[in-house]
């Protein structure tokens, strides 16, 4: 799971520069179903803007060879559950690890 101290880093940057920040807890097993339910409690009087996802963070490994992260597989759910709970915002996912595709794309 994700550190909660680069959640609350986070947050706090956000909220230093003018967000209205909801953090919500994604637990990797949870389904699509219950993790929409809690969108739209979330949303509930006011549509987010953005949505930002450390979940890709998690780097615990596969259930399998062929089987997604278990950070890659709760980013599936939650892109999921957005559409379901009629989240429109823009997703922004963090990420580590970044490579390039060439020697003039540097990685950001």
């Known amino acids: 799971p994700v550190a909660a101290g680069l959640t609350r880093e986070l947050r706090e940057a956000l909220t230093a520069r003018g967000a209205t920040v ?16 809690r969108l739209q409690e979330a949303a ?10 450390l979940l890709a963070l998690d780097g615990r490994p596969a259930a399998g060879p ?3 992260g278990s950070g890659d597989a ?6 999921q559950a957005l559409g ?7 997703l922004w996912c963090a990420t580590r690890g970044a490579v390039t595709t060439s020697p003039q794309d540097p990685p950001t």
């Open 22 to 37: 909801t953090t919500l807890t994604v637990d990797p097993a949870e389904d699509r179903a219950a993790l929409a339910g």
């Open 44 to 53: 509930a009087g006011a549509a987010p803007r953005t949505v930002v996802s």
């Open 66 to 68: 062929a089987a997604p």
């Open 74 to 79: 709760a980013t599936l759910t939650l892109i």
């Open 84 to 90: 379901d709970a009629g989240v429109e915002a823009p």
